[in-house]
């Protein structure tokens, strides 16, 4: 049973490019959030979803960030005009559909660095 | 809203030493889980505490979860190199189906 995937491991994006994330969760699981790890700073909650639905995203920016888990594939976070401030760590993480009360598994995190 | 502050921030200790992490909470308990992250990579499930009083451990690490005072310590008996990383709390945000996280401590081991 394969882990949390998240593609690609580092991406490198020019300021005002958009940046896709890509998050595959654990066979099974049915919810997926992300994170965002900034230098030096703990991990902060940025959207919380389920199949189709988007059920938290009270820590995600209210402009050029968005994010899906459609019905098939991955889940993606879009950003878009990227700017020096977004470079982070992003931070996938699945639960079976116990959600936060359940164990969270982690991908092993998609670099983000904005020129 | 919720917040953890772990202290200390970050710890240098030599192999063999014991070391205590602790993550404390403004806000009840609901449980609370403890990860470790290495430079670089994503984050390693410890240990899940759920109710007050619990304790658990694993392998040299023991993590404790006193309610009364909405607080955990993880402790590393006889410290190793394999121990070095960043060792982070989270806790399940009542009402909402999220963990929130405390800032991590850092670990150095020095042989």
């Known amino acids: 049973n394969a882990g949390v995937m998240q593609n690609p491991r580092h991406l490198v994006r020019r300021r005002g490019q958009e940046a896709r994330l890509r998050c595959s969760p654990m066979?099974?699981?049915?919810?997926v959030y992300w994170y965002r790890q900034l230098p030096e700073e703990g991990l902060k909650f940025m959207v919380y979803?389920?199949?189709?639905?988007?059920?938290?995203e009270s820590g995600m920016p209210k402009e050029r960030f968005s994010a899906e888990f459609p019905k098939e594939g991955p889940s993606i976070l879009r950003i878009q005009q990227v700017v020096r401030g977004d470079s982070a760590a992003y931070f996938c993480?699945?639960?079976?559909?116990?959600?936060?009360?359940?164990?969270?598994?982690f991908g092993s995190g998609t670099q983000l660095s904005v020129l | 809203s919720q917040e953890l502050e772990q202290s200390p921030q970050s710890l240098i200790v030599q192999e063999g030493k014991n070391l205590t992490i602790n993550c404390t909470s403004s806000?009840?308990?609901?449980?609370l889980y403890w990860y470790k992250q290495k430079y670089g990579e994503g984050l390693i499930f410890l240990m899940m505490?759920?109710?007050?009083?619990e304790e658990k451990s694993h392998e040299k690490i023991t993590a404790k979860l006193d309610e009364k005072k909405q607080q955990s310590s993880l402790h590393i008996t006889a410290s190793q190199p394999s121990h070095a990383g960043i060792y982070l709390c989270?806790?399940?945000?009542?009402?909402?189906?999220?963990?929130?996280f405390g800032q991590g401590t850092r670990l150095t081991i020095n042989p």
């Open positions: 993480a699945s639960s079976p559909p116990g959600g936060a009360n359940e164990k969270l598994f």
């Open positions: 066979k099974g699981h049915s919810h």
């Open positions: 979803l389920q199949k189709e639905n988007i059920i938290d």
């Open positions: 806000k009840t308990l609901y449980g």
């Open positions: 505490l759920q109710k007050g009083g």
């Open positions: 989270g806790a399940p945000k009542r009402g909402a189906q999220k963990l929130v």
